[in-house]
């Protein structure tokens, strides 16, 4: 019984849903890490406003940082915040997060 509820606690932790922040992100707007990069991207089927603030983290190298959309950001789109993970290289598939994109009043 304790495996079990062990189980259903792990899983509700690690759901994607979790993970992103739920509900303060744009549905389908993810990060992904390239290098000493981090790329913002529309997978969605909306453009992103202008004006929204993207809080992004990756946790393997303990960084986070905020980006301001000064335009639209087109589904299929994506930013580029060079150099942004510093001296942390880091491969494609390390996870980032997106962890709150909120539109500035």
Request: charged share 20%.
């Amino acid at each position: 019984m304790r495996r079990r509820i062990a189980l259903a606690v792990l899983a509700a932790i690690l759901s994607p849903a979790h993970a992103a922040g739920a509900g303060d992100a744009p549905a389908g707007l993810v990060c992904r890490v390239e290098g000493y990069d981090v790329a913002l991207i529309n997978r969605g089927e909306a453009p992103v406003e202008a004006g929204t603030s993207v809080t992004w983290s990756v946790p393997f190298s303990r960084s986070e940082g905020q980006h301001h959309l000064e335009r639209p950001l087109e589904p299929g789109a994506l930013v580029m915040l060079n150099g942004v993970l510093e001296s942390s290289y880091l491969r494609p598939g390390t996870e980032c997060l997106i962890l709150r994109a909120v539109q500035d009043p």
